[in-house]
């Protein structure tokens, strides 16, 4: 395999991934009560959100886990 396919495999990746985050942003997460950056700090408020929906959470910690792989491939090329 090329090395110009890997970094094109991992910059779509990482396109998609990024298109994942802004949705958890802009959808999700203001469900759970997580509106601003300040809720993001308020303990309260993110243990509440951790509670009420655990997965959300995994999945998101997930992506980026899935990031950094896709950044990598992208570098390597």
């Known amino acids: 395999m090329k090395l110009q396919k890997i970094g094109g495999i991992g910059s779509i990746a990482s396109a998609i ?16 009560g997580l509106v601003g950056p ?15 929906s655990p997965i959300t959470f995994f999945l998101f910690n997930l992506e980026f ?13």
């Open 17 to 32: 991934l990024c298109a994942i985050c802004l949705v958890f942003f802009l959808l999700v997460f203001p469900r759970l």
């Open 65 to 77: 886990i899935l990031w950094s792989i896709a950044f990598i491939l992208y570098m390597t090329s």
């Open 38 to 52: 300040s809720d993001w700090i308020d303990p309260v408020k993110d243990i509440a959100a951790w509670s009420a």
